[in-house]
């Protein structure tokens, strides 16, 4: 079993979450997506960890600044998507759709999920229930569509949807508060509270199931492409 720490990072500006994730049985260590430094430092001596690795989901800036220093001070290895090897700062070991990576002993699973980013993967430890979805998923919103079609984001959407609906996911940033307005019914309301309640507590939104997420996120909960491409545009 992996415990999982969000990091606040970037606060108040872009709001991004990097996570360290500690096997709980070996103590093996990695932090994914470390924005910047500082914080994801201030987080490793509070709990005494020297992660092994950093884990990227993806080669945007605000997910990997922290790479290369962190690589320097704990001597981590970067693991990454394969499409990132030789983009992403610091990358030593690159990963293919379906390949599996061992934190100690707590396996991860990687899913190519294209559509916000070209190469984007996220990380998914099946025995944990827990995903990572980087900027594919957020809490009630998905990621813009900076290099890839929505045809690439619905299939990576799908294979979210696949996943069991108590799988846990943590997304990239915390943008919850602003799908808020949009939730509707009884399943809406029980989600805003819960992301309220949350929040008021200085507490991440995250995280949700994908349960949860699919009867509330608009994007989740369309039936086919031509409805996911109206929303999109809307
Ligand atoms: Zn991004
Ligand atoms: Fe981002």
């Known amino acids: 079993m992996i415990k999982i720490t969000p990091i606040l990072c970037r606060a108040g500006t872009m709001d991004n979450y990097a996570y360290l994730l500690t096997d709980e049985k070996t103590g093996v ?6 924005s910047e430094t ?8 509070a709990q005494n960890i020297c992660p092994t690795y950093i884990f990227n989901t993806h080669h945007h800036f605000d997910h990997v600044e922290g790479n290369r220093e962190l690589k320097e001070k704990y001597n981590a290895r ?12 610091g990358a030593d070991i690159g990963l293919a759709d379906g390949q599996t990576f061992d934190l100690g002993d707590s396996r991860a699973q990687v899913i190519r999920a294209d559509g916000h980013a070209a190469g984007h993967i996220l990380w998914y430890f099946p025995d944990d229930k827990a995903l990572f979805t980087g900027d594919v ?4 919103a998905i990621g813009g569509l900076f290099e890839g079609t929505p045809a690439q984001m619905w299939e990576s ?4 949807k696949d996943l069991p609906d108590d799988t846990l996911f943590y997304p990239g940033h915390e943008y919850a508060v602003y799908g808020l307005g949009g939730l509707r019914g009884e399943a809406g309301q029980k989600y805003a ?6 929040r008021e507590r200085g ?3 995250a995280p949700f199931s994908l349960g949860e997420e699919k009867l509330c996120n608009p994007y989740l909960a369309c039936r086919d492409f031509s409805e996911f491409c109206q929303i999109i545009n809307s």
């Open 29 to 34: 260590s990695a932090v994914l997506d470390p």
């Open 38 to 45: 500082a914080p994801v430092v201030a987080e490793c001596a």
């Open 78 to 89: 970067v693991v990454v998507g394969e499409g990132d090897v030789n983009i992403i700062p």
């Open 137 to 140: 998923l957020f809490n009630l």
């Open 157 to 160: 959407l799908q294979k979210i």
């Open 193 to 198: 509270r819960k992301v309220l309640s949350r």
């Open 203 to 205: 507490l991440p939104a």
